[in-house]
T-cell receptor
C-alpha cells in the first residue's frame, strides 16, 4: 500500500536533548512537509521540501531542523532550542504541483519529560 | 495573510440528520481547497479536493462546494452516522506551496 509512514508514534524528550522524527513516503512525491498541531490551533508549517537536497523554512522553523537526502525521506529534528516542543507532529507529501492534494502520515506525539 | 475560519468549533447532532460544515477564507486567490477528517490522535484523511475552477465535488454522502468570490466553502454530510464523528478541517492552498488550515469543527453524531 502506498502511503506515508511516521515513527515513532509517541516520543519523549528530556531537557537539553535533540530528538528526530522519521517520515518516509512511497508515493513518489516530490514535495514533503512538516506541520505542528497544538490543541485548538490550526496546523502550522515548520519546514517543506520540494526536491532532494533542498528545503525551506515555514512559519515556525525556529528550534527545528530537517534534511532531504532521499526523495522518500524527510526527517525532522527537534533541537534543544525549541523550548515548547510538546505537540502532535504531522508529515505530509504531495506531487509538487499546486493543484494536487496533500496526503498525511499518522503523526507523532512528542512530549517533554 | 490568508486566514481560514471554521464555525462552529463543535457540533452535536442526532444520527440521520443532514448537516453542513462551514469554512471561510479571506484571500480568494487560491488554487484549491481540501477537506480533511481527523480522528483523535490520528493523521488527516483527505475527503474532497475542489480546484479553484470548480464549484463542487461529491463523494458518497459528502458534497463540498466552493464559492471563491465570497471566500466560502461548505461540506454537506447526508444522513449522518455515529462513524462520522471526528474533527473536520478545511485547508486552502494559496501562493507557492502555502497551505493554510482552519482550526476545525468537532462533530459528534449521537446514536
Amino acid at each position: 500500500d502506498g502511503g506515508i509512514t511516521q515513527s515513532p508514534k509517541y516520543l519523549f524528550r528530556k531537557e537539553g536533548q535533540n530528538v528526530t522524527l522519521s517520515c518516509e513516503q512511497n508515493l513518489n512525491h516530490d514535495a514533503m512537509y512538516w506541520y505542528r498541531q497544538d490543541p485548538g490551533q490550526g496546523l502550522r508549517l515548520i519546514y517543506y521540501s520540494q526536491i532532494v537536497n533542498d528545503f525551506q523554512k515555514g512559519d515556525i522553523a525556529e528550534g527545528y531542523s530537517v534534511s532531504r537526502e532521499k526523495k522518500e525521506s524527510f526527517p525532522l529534528t527537534v533541537t534543544s532550542a525549541q523550548k515548547n516542543p510538546t505537540a502532535f507532529y504531522l508529515c505530509a507529501s504531495s506531487s509538487g504541483t499546486l493543484t494536487e492534494k496533500l496526503f498525511f502520515g499518522s503523526g507523532t506525539q512528542l512530549s517533554v519529560l | 495573510k490568508q486566514e481560514v475560519t471554521q464555525i462552529p468549533a463543535a457540533l452535536s447532532v442526532p444520527e440521520g440528520e443532514n448537516l453542513v460544515l462551514n469554512c471561510s477564507f479571506t484571500d480568494s486567490a487560491i488554487y484549491n481547497l481540501q477537506w480533511f477528517r481527523q480522528d483523535p490522535g490520528k493523521g488527516l484523511t483527505s475527503l474532497l479536493l475542489i480546484q479553484s475552477s470548480q464549484r463542487e465535488q461529491t463523494s458518497g454522502r459528502l458534497n463540498a462546494s466552493l464559492d471563491k468570490s465570497s471566500g466560502r466553502s461548505t461540506l454537506y454530510i447526508a444522513a449522518s452516522q455515529p462513524g462520522d464523528s471526528a474533527t473536520y478541517l478545511c485547508a486552502v492552498r494559496g501562493g507557492y506551496q502555502k497551505v493554510t488550515f482552519g482550526t476545525g469543527t468537532k462533530l459528534q453524531v449521537i446514536p
